[in-house]
C-alpha cells in the first residue's frame, strides 16, 4: 500500500479550531497565530484534499459536504496520533503534578478532560486543588503549583488564553424585578472574578443592589438562582434549564466577556505536557 503523507497534523488541528471557533478571526485568537496563516493553512488544506470545505455564512465559515466528511476523518486521525502518542509513551511517563483549578471550572468539563488524561497517563499522579483565580495565580508565582486553569477579565496577561466566553444575567423563570428596585445578587466570594465584574458593572450603570448569598459552590449558587433568591452574572454554560437569561429588555446591563487562561510550569516536563492536552482538547467551558 502507497502512504502519501498530505495531510498534517497542524492543518487538521486548525481546520478543527475554524469549525469549533466558527471562524478564521477567533481561531486565530485562539491559537495566537495571524488571520492570515489560518486562512492560508486552511487554503492549502483544501488543495491538498480537491475540495472545498467551508462556505461562507454571513461572518461564519460553514462546512460544505465534504466538510463535514474531512472533519470526521480529521478527529479520528487526531484522535489516532493521540493514542499512538500514548501508547509509546504514555506507561512511560510518571511523576506527579500539581495543579489549581478556579471553583468556577470545577464542575465545568475540564474535570472529564482531567479524567481522561489520568486514563492515558496511569503512572502520573494529578494532585489537584480548587481555588479563586488570584490567588491560583499567586500561588502559581510562589512555585505551589506546576500549572493553574484559570478565570481572568484580561485578554492580555501573564498566562495563555484558552477560550474567552460571554457573560450573561442568570435568573429563574418567574424572577420579578422593577428598575429602582433593590436588585439582589447572589454570588461566590468577594474575590470571584464574576462577582467582581458584576459588582463593577451595576456601579457603573448606577443600579441599586445587594448580596442576598454567597457560596464557593456553583450547584448551589445556581439552585439559589433557581429558586428565586436573586439573580447572579455567569456565562451561558451555568444555566441548568430552570434558569433563564435576562435580556436588554429586563433593564440590566450588558456584561462583558470573562476568559478562560493557563499557566504551566515551563521547567517542568509533565506540566508541559497538560498544558499541551488542554490546549488541545474541546474547549473548556466557564
Same mark, same amino acid.
Given at each position: 500500500?502507497?502512504?502519501?503523507?498530505?495531510?498534517?497534523?497542524?492543518?487538521? @488541528?486548525?481546520?478543527?479550531?475554524?469549525?469549533?471557533?466558527?471562524?478564521?478571526?477567533?481561531?486565530?485568537?485562539?491559537?495566537?497565530?495571524?488571520? #492570515?496563516?489560518? #486562512?492560508?493553512?486552511?487554503?492549502?488544506?483544501?488543495?491538498?484534499?480537491?475540495?472545498?470545505?467551508?462556505?461562507?455564512?454571513?461572518?461564519?465559515?460553514?462546512?460544505?459536504?465534504?466538510?463535514?466528511?474531512?472533519?470526521?476523518?480529521?478527529?479520528?486521525?487526531?484522535?489516532?496520533?493521540?493514542?499512538?502518542?500514548?501508547?509509546?509513551?504514555?506507561?512511560?511517563?510518571?511523576?506527579?503534578?500539581?495543579?489549581?483549578?478556579?471553583?468556577?471550572? *470545577?464542575?465545568? &468539563?475540564?474535570?472529564?478532560?482531567?479524567?481522561?488524561?489520568? !486514563?492515558?497517563?496511569?503512572?502520573?499522579?494529578?494532585?489537584?486543588? #480548587?481555588?479563586?483565580?488570584?490567588?491560583?495565580?499567586?500561588?502559581?508565582?510562589?512555585?505551589?503549583?506546576?500549572?493553574?486553569?484559570?478565570?481572568? !477579565?484580561?485578554?492580555?496577561?501573564?498566562?495563555?488564553?484558552?477560550?474567552?466566553?460571554?457573560?450573561? %444575567?442568570?435568573? #429563574?423563570?418567574? @424572577?420579578? %424585578?422593577?428598575?429602582?428596585?433593590?436588585?439582589?445578587?447572589?454570588?461566590?466570594?468577594?474575590?470571584? *472574578?464574576?462577582?467582581?465584574?458584576?459588582?463593577?458593572?451595576?456601579?457603573?450603570?448606577?443600579?441599586? %443592589?445587594?448580596?442576598?448569598?454567597?457560596?464557593?459552590?456553583?450547584?448551589?449558587?445556581?439552585?439559589?438562582?433557581?429558586?428565586?433568591?436573586? /439573580?447572579?452574572?455567569?456565562?451561558?454554560?451555568?444555566?441548568?434549564?430552570?434558569?433563564?437569561?435576562?435580556?436588554?429588555?429586563?433593564?440590566?446591563?450588558?456584561?462583558?466577556?470573562?476568559? /478562560?487562561? &493557563?499557566?504551566? !510550569?515551563?521547567?517542568? *516536563?509533565?506540566?508541559?505536557?497538560?498544558?499541551? %492536552?488542554?490546549?488541545? !482538547?474541546?474547549?473548556?467551558?466557564?
Amino acid at each position: 500500500m502507497n502512504y502519501k503523507a498530505d495531510l498534517s497534523t497542524e492543518l487538521l @488541528f486548525t481546520f478543527i479550531h475554524v469549525v469549533e471557533q466558527g471562524g478564521i478571526n477567533r481561531t486565530a485568537e485562539r491559537l495566537h497565530k495571524t488571520q #492570515s496563516a489560518v #486562512s492560508m493553512q486552511m487554503q492549502r488544506l483544501e488543495e491538498r484534499v480537491g475540495q472545498k470545505l467551508f462556505y461562507q455564512s454571513g461572518r461564519r465559515k460553514l462546512l460544505t459536504p465534504a466538510g463535514e466528511t474531512m472533519l470526521v476523518y480529521a478527529r479520528k486521525l487526531l484522535d489516532l496520533q493521540s493514542e499512538a502518542l500514548t501508547a509509546l509513551q504514555g506507561t512511560a511517563l510518571e511523576g506527579e503534578l500539581n495543579i489549581g483549578v478556579s471553583h468556577s471550572l *470545577v464542575e465545568s &468539563n475540564l474535570t472529564h478532560e482531567l479524567t481522561v488524561f489520568a !486514563r492515558q497517563y496511569p503512572k502520573i499522579l494529578l494532585s489537584v486543588k #480548587s481555588g479563586e483565580s488570584r490567588e491560583l495565580e499567586a500561588a502559581f508565582g510562589r512555585g505551589e503549583y506546576d500549572y493553574v486553569i484559570y478565570l481572568t !477579565r484580561e485578554s492580555v496577561g501573564s498566562g495563555d488564553i484558552l477560550g474567552a466566553y460571554q457573560m450573561y %444575567w442568570h435568573a #429563574s423563570p418567574d @424572577f420579578d %424585578w422593577q428598575q429602582g428596585q433593590m436588585l439582589p445578587i447572589a454570588s461566590f466570594s468577594a474575590t470571584c *472574578v464574576f462577582r467582581q465584574i458584576c459588582v463593577e458593572v451595576l456601579r457603573q450603570a448606577n443600579l441599586p %443592589w445587594r448580596e442576598v448569598y454567597r457560596t464557593s459552590s456553583l450547584s448551589a449558587l445556581i439552585s439559589a438562582v433557581e429558586g428565586g433568591l436573586g /439573580v447572579t452574572a455567569r456565562t451561558a454554560h451555568a444555566a441548568r434549564g430552570k434558569t433563564r437569561i435576562l435580556g436588554a429588555e429586563a433593564g440590566l446591563p450588558a456584561l462583558p466577556e470573562v476568559f /478562560v487562561a &493557563n499557566r504551566y !510550569r515551563k521547567s517542568s *516536563v509533565l506540566a508541559g505536557l497538560i498544558a499541551e %492536552w488542554i490546549q488541545n !482538547r474541546p474547549p473548556v467551558v466557564a
